[in-house]
């Protein structure tokens, strides 16, 4: 139900999943012994401090810790509404601050090699290499996301006006 309920606000299938795996994790640490998940009932402030406590002694990356209590929070909002918890610990947790780091992207000369590459075998008049160069030349010069890049098709181009619509993260 909290899949359903996350997929019916438009979060993307990735963060559904995410969101789900996260909320299982959290049952697991809760009741380890038990091979039935833990009854959400057993969710308090502390018992979500102390997990994420366990992931950050854990060295997890603080990226997967905000990740996890944005699950949390969403996770303990829908209990809460939905009557299985009497209140919603998880407004009160407070997400790291993930470290701002821009990503790696070639060099001139790897990116040329890369374009080089897709360009020979596009020559052959393969299909697929063919693709595979319009695939390369896209991420290369719009700077797309592969996701978004797997979300084109056919009604994602005008043609006349030699444009093409792109849906990022949050349908934007």
Not at 84 to 102: I, K, N, Y
Request: aromatic share 4%; with cysteine.
């Amino acid at each position: 139900e909290f899949a359903a309920d996350l997929t019916s606000r438009g979060r993307s299938e990735a963060t559904v999943r995410s969101y789900v795996s996260d909320v299982r994790h959290l049952f697991t640490y809760l009741d380890p012994d038990d091979a039935a998940p833990a009854p959400a009932v057993l969710i308090d402030l502390a018992a979500l401090r102390a997990w994420l406590g366990e992931q950050v002694a854990g060295r997890a990356a603080r990226s997967t810790i905000a990740r996890r209590v944005a699950s949390a929070r969403a996770f303990t909002a829908w209990a809460h509404q939905r009557g299985v918890l009497d209140g919603d610990p998880g407004q009160r947790l407070e997400a790291p601050r993930p470290h701002r780091r821009l990503p790696r992207v070639l060099d001139e000369a790897q990116a040329s090699e890369v374009i080089r590459s897709a360009e020979l075998g596009a020559e052959e008049s393969d299909p697929a290499a063919l693709r595979d160069q319009v695939i390369v030349e896209l991420l290369y010069s719009t700077g797309i996301r592969v996701s978004e890049l797997c979300g084109l098709d056919l009604r994602s181009i005008d043609s006349e006006r030699r444009v093409m619509r792109v849906l990022g993260k949050g349908n934007k």
